[in-house]
């Protein structure tokens, strides 16, 4: 399926790259069946004021937007770009590139940009206004257009979850590529035991531990939704910057990955850390880092490593088969490791058993196998996953899909991937379970206490899955868009922070609790009764701590308020999904 839509793309690019008689000032960064992301390359001969640019296609498009600029929809095939304010003025001998643009075609072809004009004129090699051009017109795909705008703006909600993973990023920040004005370089002496170099990845929650297995589950989640379901990203303009996302965290995994067999799970000591609450870029304590190795296994964090590279390589395949192949190359290692040293992680590391015990590998290894499967298509990884299958009774319904137990997402992909009842069954199983469980009086499918919201927004992106392979879509659909509509707004209130109505204020998260620099952050910040003076955009909160809806603002209130990058990862996942849903017309 992958390499089916990977195969579109690399035509497309070459068909839209080599002749198109615009190439010269568009480019299509990225494209797949029904979509395209392009950029704008323009030379600036004359100074100017303000500009507009004309876009033309060769078949409809009945949806476009753009980034630093507004776009307006003129006919079909034609789309005006207007500069905003902050990029109106410019001098001659300058480039525009900043701006680009997201579209989508209903058409079995892909549409041609034949003209484009910048304050009127041609920029394009071939002037198409003296070609004899006809435009093949489509009929517009109505239900698309019909289908926009969403009860919540998830454009708006990717943007800002993609910035909460900005402001939890450890290790030296690129200058050019850093939209927290409060959040810059930290943690740069974070080394393994023999002086390896674990700078880098993401701060686990709102303290400063690197904690790889649960990183490690977040970034496969949200690297499956890019896979499965890129339009829901690049429809909201952040395709490549929701890459960039799972790459910082795969960037990190990959050092990480010291030798063959050896693999830093953890770094910070967990009491240390816990007895500072101020900056990352301020701390002083000491980090020590924690590894697995064939004398001290983890199978279950080699695997979900593994399986978070494998799905990353596949993120990977169109846009940087380099690093692709490296990160196959890192997660077949490590699932080979996974497989042959049984254990479990969090008795090799004790430090980490009082914050993300793990409870079994046997669903990480059918993981692990499933996405090597997906990223390589070598019947060997099947197999495997179909033997650990069977061998840890990942039949039995799951409570729920976590960083901790993955057997719900297992029968999804292989239902997916092999379309056999076996596992189609299970995960209808699990499926109409949460559709029956009784809700909270407010709508939601309480499972956990730690991190509701969070928890319940997997359970949506699993489902969301099993509709994809039409078990039950309509019912499923509807209990993800009720469990993400929840979060969003429907209980009267938000829960992401810096997101819709009456969201949350203070969130459990040191460093956006902290004063602009240079004023002392200690205590008396996790303490103020006032709200973080940084606002967290994007992070879901953990939400409601019992069956009864209740919720609390409260920054002590590590149940309710806390944040976490594996909270926010089903989370994101899912309004991609619901966005790419809603884009293409078939449910909103
Ligand atoms: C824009 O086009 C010019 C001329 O073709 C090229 O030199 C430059 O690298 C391009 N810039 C970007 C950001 O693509
Ligand atoms: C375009 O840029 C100019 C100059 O900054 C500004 O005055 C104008 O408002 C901008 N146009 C739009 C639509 O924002
Ligand atoms: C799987 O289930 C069987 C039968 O209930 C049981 O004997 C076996 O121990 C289980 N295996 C695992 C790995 O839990």
Known sequence: MLSLSGFFAILLFMHLASGGPCDNVVTISSSWPGGLTASLNISITTPITSWEIDLKFSSAVPWLKAWDATESRINEVEYQLRNVSSNGVQSAGTTLTSVGFNAVFSSSTTPIITSVLFNGDNVCLIDTKTEDRQPIIEQENNILVDAWPTKYNYIEVITKSLLFYYAQRSGRLPQNDN????????????????????????????????????????????????????????????????????????????????????????????????????????????????????????????????????????VFKTVDSTYSALCLTHAKQLYAFAKRYRGIYSESIPQVADFYSSSGFGDELAWSASWLYRATNDNAYLDDAKAFYTEFNLSDNPSEFSWDTKTAGVQVLLAKLTNENLYRNAAQTFCDSKVNQPKTPKGLLFVTKWGSLGAASNIAFICLQAADLNINPLAYRQLAQQQIHYALGDTGRSFVVGFGHNPPLKPHHASSSCPNRPAVCDWDAFDSPNPNPQILYGALVGGPDNQNDHYVDDRHNFFTNEVACDYNAGFQASVAALQSLAVNGIFN
Request: net charge negative.
């Open 179 to 314: 939209p927290i004005p409060y959040r810059s370089d930290s943690a740069l002496n974070d080394r393994g035991q023999d002086g390896e170099d674990l700078t880098g990845g993401y701060y686990d929650a709102g303290d400063h531990l690197k904690l790889g297995f649960p990183l490690a589950s977040s970034i496969t989640i949200v690297a499956w939704s890019i896979i499965d379901y890129p339009l829901g990203y690049s429809s909201a303009g952040k395709l490549t910057t929701a890459r960039n996302m799972v790459k910082w965290a795969t960037d990190y995994f990959i050092k990480a990955h010291v030798q063959t067999n050896k693999f830093y799970g953890q770094v910070g000591d967990g009491d240390l850390d816990h007895d500072y609450w101020g900056r990352p870029e301020e701390m002083t304590m000491s980090r020590p880092a924690f590894f697995i190795s064939t004398s001290k296994p983890g199978s279950d964090l080699a695997g979900e490593t593994a399986a978070a590279l494998a799905a990353t390589s596949i």
